[in-house]
């Protein structure tokens, strides 16, 4: 999955670029030289946000975040796997297959989507970066409508599927 | 001073590192080689997109962006905007510098949020993450995701309409 999208993107940028040197290959060189003088620029902080997101799947072990998610009764619940989707990192190909574990495990349906939903939606060891390219605002505005939002989702998933905590 | 400040995160995320190192090594170098891995894994497609946003940012015109991305587009563009987030696989912030080129080409901030906001589909994971959970619990998510992506876009404008465009260039 990973290789074919890094495959697409790739066929993307190339086109883009015999594209841009057709048309003004000055103006192409210029670019080149803007993309890669960028990406050196952003390379330590991504290493560190990898480096980080690799401390976070290890120290925050998956046993606990499978005991966070749908502690507690009704609506804190909910709370608590939004909570745990936020904290938790990593790829998505991991999330799905943690989400039917944790749907085998009894937990609701709806706190199954609310951890999920939250997992993807909410950036939590991302922030710096994102603030470091959108500034404060953008950061807080975004990830507290992707938590809401995450709520939200779960919430009516679950009440549509009657996986509704109790 | 200076670099300390503009390399804090970095900073912090190396003295975690050692001093966990110091402390439990085994499994603090298995954090490292996850990260590295993972690091590794991501940066051809890093790499392109932030070849593709120069790009953009020298190629395409504003006037571009404005018609299909800027204020004047209605929910179509909202909605446009949130159908082609779904298409984008990767993590969620690897992305972030095409954004903000868009922003900057005068793309409106409602697109760009419906944008951010559908991303959490990811359209080539869907049939496996169905085989986890089922069609009905995919489904339901991806039509849910959708709509709140676009909601979320028209918060995002109203939330940070105080905020002027220059602060969120810089």
């Known amino acids: ?166 | 001073m200076k670099y300390l400040k503009r390399y804090w995160f970095e900073c912090v995320v190396a003295i975690l590192y050692i001093t966990l190192f110091f402390i439990l090594p085994s499994k603090t170098s298995c954090a490292l080689k996850e990260g590295v891995v993972m690091f590794v894994k991501m940066l051809p497609v890093f790499l392109c997109v932030v070849l593709f946003s120069s790009f953009l940012s020298a190629f395409l015109s504003p006037k571009t962006v404005q018609r299909f991305m800027g204020r004047k587009t209605g929910v179509k563009g909202v909605l446009l905007g949130a159908l082609f987030g779904t298409v984008i696989v990767g993590p969620l912030w690897i992305l972030f510098p095409l954004y903000n080129t868009l922003l900057k080409k005068g793309a409106r901030l409602a697109v760009i949020g419906a944008m951010i906001g559908a991303f959490a589909i990811k359209t080539p994971w869907i049939p496996y993450a169905a085989g986890f959970l089922g069609w009905p619990f995919i489904s339901i998510i991806v039509i849910l995701t959708i709509g709140y992506a676009v909601i979320e876009g028209y918060l995002m404008e109203k939330v940070l309409k105080g905020s002027s465009k220059n602060k969120l260039e810089s």
Do not use: H
């Open chain 1, 1 to 166: 999955m990973n290789i074919l999208g890094a495959v697409i993107y790739g066929i993307i940028v190339v086109l883009c670029y015999i594209y841009a040197f057709k048309k003004s290959s000055a103006g192409a060189t210029k670019a080149v030289k803007k993309g890669i003088s960028r990406f050196l620029q952003q390379l330590p902080f991504l290493i560190s946000i990898f480096l980080l997101i690799g401390l976070f799947d290890v120290f925050v072990p998956r046993s606990f975040v499978v005991s966070i998610v749908g502690r507690g009764k009704g609506l804190l619940s909910i709370l608590t796997s939004a909570l745990a989707g936020t904290i938790v990192a990593g790829p998505v190909s991991s999330a799905y297959p943690l989400g039917a574990f944790l749907l085998k495990k009894g937990a609701t349906i709806a706190a199954t989507a609310v951890f999920l939903n939250s997992w993807v939606m909410v950036g939590f060891v991302s922030i710096p970066y994102e603030i470091s390219i959108f500034g404060k605002r953008f950061t807080f505005a975004r990830n507290g409508l992707a938590f809401i939002g995450a709520i939200v989702i779960g919430i009516l998933t679950g009440l549509l599927l009657g996986g509704m905590p109790t």
